[in-house]
């Protein structure tokens, strides 16, 4: 029997309730709009588009000097090693070389370069069309065209080779799996484990198929697609788990299936609105920072996080209602066998009896792993990382074994105003080039004598500009993929404080508003800097110092700024989770020992599956053949990993209790000024 028959009248309790009355309805509509555009997208097809450019950077400068000298179109090599000498191979080499002219969208096919031993050379294909404007069959056409050489070992490099030669991992699909029987676990019910992941699918792939029809409007980069599926199937699995269990805490109070669904709407429901908003906001952020390329990203993974929310408040209900009475005595059946909370209770106690003792644990542990973010070095992805064994990893090993390690990221020196017989004989007697081309015009193409991922080429960049080329007469730029790479990185820590203070502020500003405190909010942020700083100490001694087996090398340079975006709004998701239980405690009875205490018993089982759902799909993503989807997903698993054991387990608790009822201490006159925005009814 219902101890309770009149639910809360909240917007989102109301929302629900039409849900609930048109149940079917609701599912139709998500099921029309995830089938319409996932047709149309298909119909379309994609268009999306790699923007590196940064205006105004002394790259991009040659960048635009370059494009009216030099022809349009991508460009591929083709790689040739035979040990024998290329020479004794000739006939099969022309006669494979013939057909690749004769094929489609090929405007002409250089004579073969050799290496200084014969064994080694390439021939450059040129293209009539941008990389993303071939037909993906003429790539594959060109591709098997050019592996037919005889006996000489053939492999293929450049732009349009790394359209078809990157297949994705099984990353997406283990990630959904894990998070499937995290939730079995948490639920003992496939029925109740599957609600969440069908509301996230929905989401994701309704997002999906907008973003891929948008993309032919605005430019949307190659890797927003799988950065899209990343985000949204972790924070749609999670905003629906957070609802989902205070539906089932409703259940188990007394409500009836309806009642229960209206109030978890109600009051979980605003949490996920409330978070959601502030990871929408931290991605958002990036566009303070002006870099054109991260735009569309940042738009496209925010409206993923946007659908996420509609579909908790929307979808979710309405599958409850189909499903309820199924539901309800699996729920009543676990209930009976467990005592929800306990374990919690207890560790809650022991963290407040002795708080000193875990926070100094949790701060050691988040400052110690961020320590090694100081020695970040960011750089632009090329073939050297590419998979062993992938043929674009295979021509960049030929070229630098036959040309040397630094020709396939030569610098680019330009002048306007200078002698460009005297920059060559300058830069031919300067320490780390290997060789110097003779002059183009007014161009100088420089192969430095070390790797593009090496850090004394971009140790050399910076030299060239401070010390080589202002000796010589005249105004000298330089340019390159390394370049680019320490241009880059120059713009982003300019910019940084900016978007900090941004994202920072405006989060930190609405969790001031909900709570009613001014020390929440800075225990949030610092705590999400540290979470942040931590994550990307470990993806610089994975992947920049070569930890674990990885390749040491750069850090994709956009990688650690869309990280800060992402982690600091997943933090901010526990942080309300919590912190949202714990004030509805402290303002139902006034004790702030016993507000840490339930609030953590009644979050703790849901924050720490939450955390370990996103901690498998984003650790999933280490499967996929893209290094920066890896160390996208190593970060974000580290993040919210420390972030749901370490920081909301150990050190909110200890800090809450350190500040005992200072922690909801709000100056009147500000108490005054601030709108109104409570997370329970």
Known sequence: MDTITRPTGGSLARLAGWAQRHRWLAVALWALVLIGVTVTARLAGSAFHDDNSLPGTESQQVVDLLKTTAQ??????????????????????????????????????????????????????????????????????????AKQAGPVEVALAGDPIERIAGGGGPAEGVGLLAALVILVFLFRSLLAAGLPVITAVFAVGATLGVITVVSHYVDIASYTSPL????????????????????????????????????????????????????????????????????????????????????????????????????????????????????????????????????????????????????????????????????????????????????????????EDGDAVALQRKLASTPGIARVLPPMGETVLVFPTTSPQDEATAELVTRLRTDVLPALPGHYLVGGSVAAATDFAGAVADRLPLFVLVVVGLSALLLMVVFRSVLIPLKAALLNLLSIGASLGVMTLVFGDGWFGAQPGPIEAFVPVMIFAIVFGLSMDYEVFLVSRMHEEWRRTGDARLAVREGLAATGGVITAAGAIMVLVFGAFLLDPSRMLAQFGLGLAVAVLLDALVIRCLVVPAIMRLLGARAWWLPRWLDRRLPHFALEP
């Open 72 to 145: 349009s179109g991508a460009s591929a090599q083709i790689v040739l090693k035979a040990d024998s000498g290329l020479a004794a191979n000739r006939a099969p080499i022309d006669t494979m070389l013939g057909q690749v002219r004769s094929l489609p969208h090929v405007r002409s096919v250089s004579e073969t370069t050799l290496s200084a031993d014969g064994r080694i050379g390439y021939a450059t294909v040129t293209f009539d069309a941008a990389s993303t404007d071939l037909p993906y069959d003429d790539i594959v056409k060109f591709a098997d065209t």
């Open 228 to 415: 899209m599926m990343l985000v949204g199937f972790g924070v749609g699995v999670d905003y629906a788990l957070l609802i989902f269990s205070r539906y089932r805490a409703e259940l188990l109070a007394g409500h009836d299936r309806d009642a229960a669904a209206r109030r978890a709407l109600d009051t979980a429901g605003r949490s996920v609105l409330f978070a959601g908003t502030t990871v929408i906001i931290a991605l958002l952020g990036l566009l303070a920072l002006g870099l054109g390329g991260l735009r569309g990203v940042a738009l496209s993974v925010a409206l993923t996080v946007l659908m996420t929310m509609l579909a908790s408040v929307t979808l979710l209900p309405a599958l409850l209602s189909l499903f309820g009475k199924r539901l309800e005595r699996g729920i009543r059946r676990h209930a009976a066998r467990r005592d929800h909370g306990k374990a919690w209770r207890r560790l809650a106690d022991a963290v407040q009896k002795r708080p000193l003792a875990p926070l100094a644990l949790g701060l050691i542990v988040l400052i110690g792993l961020s320590i090694p973010a100081a020695g970040m070095r960011l750089g632009f992805a090329d073939a050297s990382t590419d998979p062993a064994g992938s043929t674009t990893r295979q021509a960049y090993d030929l070229l630098a074994e036959g040309f040397g390690p630094g020709f396939t990221g030569p610098l680019a020196v330009v002048t």
